[in-house]
């Protein structure tokens, strides 16, 4: 394993929380701009719902940003990310789960998707922190 010194930010990490954040913005802006449509084609009842959630994810974008691009990792933001990555993750294999009857078939299988995805980022970033050795 590559140990990082106190004067870098693993690039690992830096790649992974500027997927991160740029994944989350574009679902941001696909659930903002077409809740409508993407509700009716996941065949949720209360679209309005996704863009509440895409008003949520620009807030996380902008906290993975900032993280980011910050010439050192602060661990308790990046821990704070991967946790939040690792509740969204819990919260889709809930959502499917105990509440399978409020999506199709389209709306089951881009929650697992976007659950992969945000695993991946979550793995990403655990092994980026785990890089950085602080002196």
Same mark, same amino acid.
């Given at each position: 394993?590559?140990?990082?010194?106190?004067?870098?930010?693993?690039?690992?990490?830096?790649?992974?929380?500027?997927?991160?954040? =740029?994944?989350?913005?574009? *679902?941001?802006? $696909?659930?903002?701009?077409?809740?409508?449509? &993407?509700?009716?084609?996941m065949? !949720?009842?209360?679209?309005?719902?996704?863009?509440?959630i895409?008003?949520?994810?620009?807030?996380?974008?902008?906290?993975?940003?900032?993280?980011?691009?910050?010439p050192?990792?602060?661990?308790?933001?990046?821990?704070?990310?991967?946790?939040?990555?690792? =509740?969204?993750?819990?919260? *889709?294999?809930? $959502?499917?789960?105990?509440?399978?009857?409020? &999506?199709?078939?389209?709306?089951? !299988?881009?929650?697992?998707?976007?659950?992969?995805?945000?695993?991946?980022?979550?793995?990403?970033?655990?092994?980026?922190?785990?890089?950085?050795?602080?002196?």
């Open positions: 394993m590559n140990t990082v010194t106190t004067n870098d930010f693993p690039p690992t990490l830096r790649k992974a929380l500027f997927g991160n954040a =740029a994944f989350s913005l574009c *679902s941001a802006l $696909l659930f903002c701009l077409a809740y409508q449509e &993407l509700g009716g084609w065949g !949720l009842d209360a679209p309005w719902l996704l863009a509440v895409g008003s949520g994810l620009f807030l996380f974008a902008a906290l993975i940003g900032f993280t980011g691009t910050r050192l990792p602060n661990p308790a933001l990046v821990w704070t990310i991967i946790v939040a990555d690792l =509740a969204w993750v819990v919260g *889709s294999f809930v $959502l499917l789960k105990g509440f399978r009857d409020l &999506l199709n078939t389209n709306g089951q !299988l881009l929650v697992w998707a976007i659950a992969f995805v945000v695993m991946v980022f979550a793995v990403l970033q655990i092994v980026g922190l785990r890089q950085y050795r602080p002196a």
